[in-house]
């Protein structure tokens, strides 16, 4: 079975770091963008960074500076790199992969917790 499965959010302090991981399990082959989200309550999902194939990345100017995507594509895997950390960033994580071989399908993560608090 094909899923995206998260890892590395929790507790931190403002100022703090942490790292997501978000690996694709299966017979993947290809995977085209690959792109983490985020979402608080009551909220829309908003995009946090995005890393394509060719490792072109692109991220929203709320995280700029502070957070790093970057993908190891022999182990089909998407990470991000939050430094300086503040409470604002406290809201779920999801990765979303667009994969392209062996079929078109688009997956999603299931999420991590983010907590950014004294």
């Known amino acids: 079975q094909v899923q995206l499965v998260e890892s590395g959010g929790g507790l931190v302090q403002p100022g703090g770091s942490l790292r997501l991981s978000c690996a694709a399990s299966?017979?993947?082959?290809?995977?085209?963008?690959m792109t983490w989200y985020r979402q608080a309550p009551g909220k829309e999902r908003e995009l946090v960074a995005t890393?394509?194939?060719?490792?072109?990345?692109n991220y929203v100017d709320s995280v700029k500076g502070r957070f790093t995507i970057s993908r190891d594509n022999a182990k089909n895997t998407v990470y991000l790199q939050m430094d300086s950390l503040k409470p604002e960033d406290t809201v779920v994580y999801y990765c979303?992969?667009?994969?392209?071989?062996?079929?078109?399908?688009?997956?999603w993560g299931q999420g991590t917790l983010v907590t950014v608090s004294l």
């Open positions: 979303r992969m667009l994969i392209t071989s062996p079929w078109n399908r688009e997956l």
């Open positions: 299966g017979n993947i082959f290809s995977i085209d963008t």
């Open positions: 890393i394509t194939s060719r490792g072109r990345t």
